[in-house]
């Protein structure tokens, strides 16, 4: 007789995430992921409420293990060197979790207490990184949506195939990369003068 795997909320999360990162986030199911556990779909329900409520978990998931992989990135490191840590640590989060990154983004409520936490807390991250810089707040909170805008997009269009060009991708990010790095201290030396527009 088959001994049946002790369910808790961090085995399925952990099993969730293979199956997206295999098949993406739209083929996910209740079926399917218990037939990865081994267990019948109704005993799935003592942990969450149906498929969204699923999803809503697996979002909150996603965006925690990316602050976890760019917070190790960012230890130790200051100024231009942890931009770039978390920049590529970003990248590599995407890469290595294709599918829990697209379901971090793809929540099915943004009011969600703990969803609003999480996400908050990978803002602060990239705020304490930027701070080696003295920036005034607004000014932050700009680079900080930039930089998410550059990653972001970077890596959709990577996930997406569209980056056909015989050239080296990472050697693109990294040129991306640095030329954020250049605006920053763009910035700083004309002392936000393009903010006060």
């Not at 807390?121 to 990239?126: A, D, E, I, T, Y």
């Not at 930039?146 to 990294?174: N, V």
Request: net charge negative; proline share 2%.
């Amino acid at each position: 007789m088959t001994r049946r795997m002790k369910l808790d909320l961090s085995i399925i999360l952990e099993k969730t995430t293979e199956l997206v990162d295999e098949n993406g986030v739209d083929q996910l199911s209740l079926g399917s992921l218990a037939e990865k556990l081994g267990v019948r779909p109704p005993s799935l329900y003592n942990h969450f409420e149906g498929l969204n409520g699923l999803k809503q978990k697996l979002a909150i998931h996603g965006v925690e293990k990316l602050h976890e992989y760019m917070l190790q990135a960012a230890v130790g490191r200051a100024g231009d060197d942890a931009v770039r840590a978390v920049s590529e640590s970003y990248i590599q989060f995407v890469r290595t979790h294709p599918g829990l990154y697209e379901a971090s983004n793809r929540f099915v409520d943004a009011n969600d207490k703990e969803l609003q936490r999480v996400q908050e807390s990978v803002v602060q991250l990239v705020v304490q990184v930027l701070q080696a810089y003295n920036l005034n707040d607004e000014t932050a909170i700009h680079m900080v949506r930039g930089l998410r805008s550059i990653l972001h997009g970077f890596t959709s269009i990577e996930q997406m195939g569209g980056f056909g060009m015989p050239l080296d991708i990472d050697k693109s990010f990294l040129v991306l990369i640095n030329t954020f790095i250049e605006g920053i201290h763009s910035v700083i030396s004309n002392g936000d003068k393009d903010f006060q527009k």
